[in-house]
């Protein structure tokens, strides 16, 4: 079961750009990495996947290096609305499947 | 389009009492995982199904929780002689076949307070 490692919390200001690493040491060869994006009384929500190397969607973009240890969400020019608490999603898919999030990251943007 | 719906939204129990929660995927999903989060906490696995068949029971934090599906659709997660350690938000998930690339579509939850 792969681990994940993130940062507790982030501020930052509207416009800016929000880095959010995640560790994940012992990842298995077949795992992906999936990041989810959590608002106050809701379930999460599905953001990006990748499993190496970067991947960019209308939302931000994934940039997993060469040994997937880690990887680090990219959010570009943040707004009031990105505050939300960010998952890391770790997870392959076998007769025993298991999923380990991460605690999570609370992101704040302030104006 | 309809997507995960769970019931009810809110529950209210005393201690000893059982409970059940419901979850309704979206059609055509036929994996289903059940989560469960604490107050400022992040998610806790607790089972995942594919199809009717749960093949990790592992997250299932005591003998007093169970989860069936039936039909392969809708799910209950029943909780049995329910502690106040057991407050929390249970979320339930569904994605289309259980892959690593699935996508995870998550119902609103339902919080559970036990008095």
């Known amino acids: 079961l792969a681990k994940t490692t993130q940062p507790i919390s982030m501020d930052s200001y509207e416009g800016q750009e929000v880095n959010i690493t995640c560790s994940h040491n012992?990842?298995?060869?077949?795992?992906?990495i999936t990041w989810y994006q959590q608002f106050p009384s809701q379930g999460p929500r599905f953001i990006i996947q990748?499993?190496?190397t970067k991947v960019t969607n209308e939302v931000a973009s994934l940039f997993i290096p060469a040994d997937r240890k880690s990887s680090t969400l990219s959010l570009p020019r943040v707004s009031l609305s990105d505050t939300a608490v960010y998952y890391c999603?770790?997870?392959?898919?076998?007769?025993?499947?298991?999923?380990?999030f991460g605690a999570g990251t609370t992101v704040t943007v302030r104006a | 389009g309809a997507g995960v719906s769970q019931s009810p939204s809110n529950k209210v129990t005393e201690k000893g009492k059982d409970v059940e929660l419901r979850c309704d995927p979206i059609?055509?999903?036929?994996?289903l995982y059940w989560y469960r989060q604490s107050l400022g906490q992040g998610l806790e696995f607790l089972i995942y199904?594919?199809?009717?068949?749960?093949?990790?029971k592992s997250g299932l934090p005591s003998d007093r929780f169970s989860a069936e599906r039936t039909g392969g659709s809708v799910s209950t997660l029943t909780i049995q002689r329910t502690q106040q350690e057991d407050s929390a938000v249970y979320l339930c998930?569904?994605?289309?076949?259980?892959?690593?690339?699935?996508?995870?579509?998550f119902g609103p939850g339902t919080r559970l307070t036990v008095l």
């Open positions: 199904f594919q199809g009717n068949s749960a093949p990790d």
């Open positions: 059609s055509g999903h036929t994996a």
């Open positions: 999603l770790v997870g392959s898919y076998a007769v025993d499947y298991k999923l380990s």
């Open positions: 990748g499993y190496k």
């Open positions: 012992n990842i298995a060869t077949n795992d992906y």
């Open positions: 998930a569904s994605s289309l076949a259980g892959g690593p690339t699935d996508t995870q579509y």
